[in-house]
């Protein structure tokens, strides 16, 4: 079910009999129909493993699960949105920027640790972002958020990216990741933000950043 943007910062989607999908709680703005909001205490379709995993990792995103027949809107904090379709591969995004997303992608969260060993686990330290990632994977429209928008940078073996990890929001393909130290001129003037790490992500694929190293 693709979403509707009614404007940057609020998408709409069409929920119909049969279906469900999954939001944040506390994102629906208004909707139309005969529309059912449940809590889902099982941390959407990863199951038990995964409202484990979020919790173990801080990560404990309450979702909802919404089903009927009608239309919803959705929005949080004032937060852009950027809608991202999956074409059958793997989304990895930090939990706490999901807003909104189909129920037919498989969900699941990833140990950031296995990406890069110890320097994976550094960076869950030094960005504040959890060790645990979830994953989205099917075909389905997934609905995330970010300050001051979203920029999508395409990712090939003969050109990695390099991002400010506070700035990171997602990325899909076959992307490694790993952390490296990069000390420049704004750590000398004080701003000591993160700036002292670059995110490296190389292979096929591509990342999401936002316009700003503001967390949610």
Do not use: C
């Not at 929005?75 to 706490?96: K, N």
Request: proline content about 4%; overall charge neutral.
């Amino acid at each position: 079910m693709p979403f509707n943007e009614i404007n940057s910062k609020v998408v709409e989607a069409v929920v119909a009999p049969g279906q469900k999908m999954f939001s944040q709680r506390g994102a629906m703005l208004a909707y139309r129909g005969e529309v059912t909001f449940t809590p889902n205490i099982q941390g959407g379709q990863g199951g038990m493993m995964s409202m484990i995993g979020r919790r173990v990792a801080n990560e404990a995103t309450p979702l909802m699960t919404i089903e009927g027949n009608g239309t919803v809107m959705f929005g949080h904090g004032g937060h852009h949105i950027q809608v991202i379709s999956p074409a059958g591969d793997t989304l990895y995004v930090e939990a706490d920027r999901l807003l909104a997303f189909d129920g037919t992608l498989q969900q699941g969260i990833m140990f950031m640790g296995s990406q890069g060993g110890v320097m994976g686990m550094v960076r869950g330290q030094v960005t504040g972002q959890g060790l645990f990632t979830t994953t989205l994977k099917g075909h389905g429209s997934v609905a995330v958020m970010a300050h001051g928008g979203v920029v999508e940078l395409p990712i090939t073996p003969q050109r990695p990216v390099h991002v400010d990890p506070q700035a990171y929001v997602a990325h899909h393909g076959d992307v490694r990741n790993k952390l490296s130290t990069a000390l420049g001129w704004r750590d000398m003037v004080g701003r000591g933000s993160g700036e002292a790490f670059q995110l490296e992500l190389s292979g096929s694929g591509a990342v999401y950043v936002q316009a700003s190293e503001e967390k949610l």
